[in-house]
């Protein structure tokens, strides 16, 4: 996590440098990017990839503001292939997703300067490195790239085989846009922190009374109800509060996303002050993300989820949040160093900054007084409690209220002085820069602190083994699932894959097929843990058994076998043809999977050569049997005997055989599987003794794109090098612009006027 925010004030560091900002305020204003709110809540949640996307993404920047310099377009092509494929080599496709917008607006604005300036060559030198440098960063990636796209169509951001789903590719909107802030939640927590109450991962609700009052009591619960130990439990009271304190869009908040008071006052500053294309990138990044994080409550969101390309493949559209901010940032520390320009007219400065502290104040102060401290939903059942509520919500919004102001107070009052000559400039961009960090430190450590942090023990404690493990775990048998329910819900907890493979998990790309049988059949976990221990009712034991649930676990002391497993693999006598999708997945409410198969009648001229097949009654061969002797995720090998043809079924997840599947009959190429009970593989197999049966995953887009990753590395990293040797040797180090001190008039020089007395006394002296 610290190499992570350090990569990001490096590479902020160097953006700023690019925007010509002295190189002591860059510095500050790195920091104030690395150290923002958003980030600290992504690293202690564990979203590594999203905050190393974030982290390279100042670095892309810079990179294309110097392709379209004319003394550095080569060096700027290096830095853009450089940081894109560093970038997507971190893997969060919706953070390059939205960077690649960023990039196409600043595209559009150089030719929209181009037009006015009738510059037409560099406009089109510009965009052809661009293309090239783009390219480059993808084929660096392209193993990745291109299987990833190939899996997209078979998660639930592609095509649904359900009629209900059918015309749609992509996310359902109500799902895509499930995390959206509201308009008065992105923006007024940006300027104070704690106006909606913060969030469930702040720890600022220690001040409250409901905390005083309740603290002990959730604590205790926790504790008895659910055994949790003591730390968790207290950790879990504290959240739990944090959740009732807060009042905004979320039901379920994370943290109040704050950009800082002073960088909004710069922001403001840099945005009528500064000039060029650079300006309007920085603002159009902060303005144009911060919209973006509105989701399903800015009307524009939906246009663009319907209408540009895959925009609906994405959710959680409030981590645009993490480039607005550094949008702010960009043109904030654009504005601090135009503040202190002495090449604009001081009168002018001066009027900018005054309208601008003004205009916020009075804008902080219409915030304060419009707040109802209101939140229907969770208030209804708050009883007697819902004024202590209320007021504990009302005391942290006045408190972070007061911060705000006093940050602003003081860093207007720096500005004034120099602006007035009473303090040198070059001092009072620094402590100004130094307020930003102050600022930013103080507002982040109630997310990320020294309680934040715990011991290897403690964690690997969290996640030891417990006897049911030890109990599992002397199975010998070589592939075999766990279905945990003692997680609540087991498709959103993967501590049970700790130690053993598991049914259950959770993965942002889920699996088409696989999602829409768990909705449908383990959708609510509280009727799926009745329906398991309801042996009247063998369906949801069915369902498991048929994805190859050995155990199941109820408590942490004893396994539950599962007689229903069915194992890796099986052999069924008959098939149940279906017409469609649909009828597919509801025939698994009946479905016995021992003894029958539910297949789409699509796939019944597969096997024009077994006639048995086709009928659907293919009789039973008490001899055959087929077994699992290897198992990899990408090569499984089985092992089957039969005195005639059988169909198998293989606990294995439908994937489409044209994306990689092979399937091999005694090391020679055989038919392909097809798709079976709605999320499984079958294979129809001829007769034949001690047969060897292998699937492989061989991509096509990874082994060719392996080679592209070669190439596109390699000329990455070789041009980076030349096109720096190549740049510093014509250009040498280039200064960046300096704060520089006023002008100003010499004073008159005083006429000293020495008095009558004192000349007599000197001459006394001399005698």
Request: aromatic share 14%; net charge positive; glycine share 8%.
């Amino acid at each position: 996590p610290h190499s992570t925010a350090f990569v990001a004030m490096l590479c902020c560091y160097l953006l700023l440098l690019v925007l010509k900002i002295d190189w002591k305020l860059a510095i500050a204003g790195a920091v104030t990017y690395g150290l923002s709110t958003y980030n600290m809540d992504l690293l202690q949640a564990g979203h590594s990839t999203k905050m190393m996307a974030l982290a390279y993404l100042p670095a892309i920047l810079a990179g294309v503001i110097l392709i379209f310099r004319e003394k550095s377009w080569l060096l700027g092509g290096a830095i853009f292939a450089l940081a894109f494929a560093l970038q997507l080599y971190a893997n969060h496709l919706q953070i390059t997703y939205y960077t690649g917008i960023l990039v196409g607006i600043y595209c559009l604005i150089q030719g929209i300067y181009a037009i006015l300036d009738k510059n037409y060559t560099s406009l089109l030198k510009g965009l052809g490195i661009l293309v090239i440098a783009t390219l480059l960063g993808f084929c660096s990636r392209a193993s990745v790239i291109w299987t990833t796209y190939e899996m997209t169509d078979e998660t639930q951001r592609g095509k649904s085989e359900l009629a209900e789903k059918k015309g749609k590719n992509g996310l359902d909107a109500s799902y895509g846009m499930a995390y959206s802030l509201g308009k008065m939640e992105a923006i007024i927590p940006s300027m104070i922190p704690n106006y909606y109450g913060g969030g469930n991962q702040h720890n600022t609700v220690k001040n409250t009374e409901l905390y005083k009052m309740a603290y002990n009591q959730y604590v205790q619960s926790f504790q008895q109800q659910y055994k949790m130990p003591l730390e968790q439990a207290q950790k879990q009271a504290e959240m739990r509060i944090a959740g009732i304190v807060y009042w905004g869009n979320n039901f379920t908040p994370g943290v109040s996303i704050y950009f800082g008071i002073i960088v909004w006052l710069l922001f403001i500053i840099g945005w009528i002050l500064a000039q060029g294309a650079e300006k309007w990138l920085m603002g159009i990044t902060g303005l144009f993300m911060l919209s973006i994080s509105f989701g399903e409550n800015f009307f524009l969101n939906e246009f663009f989820y319907n209408t540009v390309p895959m925009f609906n493949k994405f959710r959680a559209m409030s981590m645009a949040m993490g480039l607005a901010h550094l949008g702010f940032v960009g043109l904030a520390f654009m504005g601090l160093q135009k503040l202190f320009d002495k090449n604009i007219d001081i009168e002018k400065r001066k009027k900018v900054f005054y309208y601008s502290i003004g205009g916020l104040v009075v804008l902080m102060l219409l915030f304060f007084g419009m707040a109802d401290y209101s939140f229907p939903d969770k208030d209804k059942n708050m009883g007697q409690t819902l004024s202590l509520v209320q007021d504990s919500r009302a005391s942290l919004l006045k408190s972070d209220f007061i911060r705000s102001l006093l940050f602003l107070i003081v860093s207007g009052g720096v500005i004034f002085a120099a602006l007035n000559h009473k303090l040198k400039n070059l001092y009072a961009g620094i402590i100004i820069a130094l307020i930003c960090i102050g600022d930013m430190w103080t507002a982040s450590k109630r997310i990320v602190n020294s309680d934040s942090f715990q011991d290897k023990v403690e964690v690997s404690n969290e996640i030891a083994k417990k006897p049911v493990d030890d109990k599992i775990l002397t199975d010998p048998s070589p592939h075999y699932r766990v279905f945990d329910l003692t997680a609540g819900n087991a498709f959103a907890d993967a501590k049970a894959s700790k130690h053993h493979r598991s049914l259950g998990g959770y993965h942002a790309a889920k699996l088409m097929v696989f999602e829409e049988f768990k909705n449908k059949y383990f959708g609510d976990p509280s009727n799926y843990r009745n329906g398991i221990s309801n042996t009247s009712n063998p369906t949801y034991r069915n369902l498991l058994g048929m994805h190859n649930v050995k155990y199941l676990i109820n408590n942490n002391e004893t396994p539950f076998p599962l007689p229903e497993a069915c194992g890796n693999a099986w052999f069924v006598p008959r098939i149940r043809w279906v017409a469609n999708a649909n009828q597919e997945l509801d025939g698994l409410a009946s479905i016995r999977p021992k003894q029958e198969a539910i297949i789409q009648e699509k796939f019944k001229s597969n096997w024009s050569n077994f006639p048995a097949y086709q009928q659907g009654n293919i009789g039973i061969d008490s001899t055959a049997t087929i077994r699992l002797t290897a198992y990899h995720p990408n090569h499984i090998d089985y092992e089957y005997s039969s005195n005639s043809q059988q169909f198998a079924v293989f606990s294995e997840i439908y994937y489409p055989p044209s994306k990689g599947w092979n399937v091999y009959l005694n090391g020679k190429k055989y038919d392909d599987f097809i798709k079976v009970n709605y999320t499984l593989r079958g294979l129809a197999l001829p007769a034949g003794q001690n047969q060897k049966l292998e699937m492989r995953f061989e991509p096509h887009s990874f082994y060719t794109g392996e080679k592209l990753s070669l190439f596109g590395s390699v000329v990455i990293l070789l041009g980076f090098f030349a096109s720096l040797f190549f740049f510093f040797r014509k250009n040498g180090i280039e200064e960046t612009d300096l704060i520089e001190d006023e002008d100003l008039p010499s004073k008159p020089k005083v006429q000293k006027t020495v008095s009558k007395r004192s000349t007599e006394k000197k001459k006394r002296k001399k005698r």
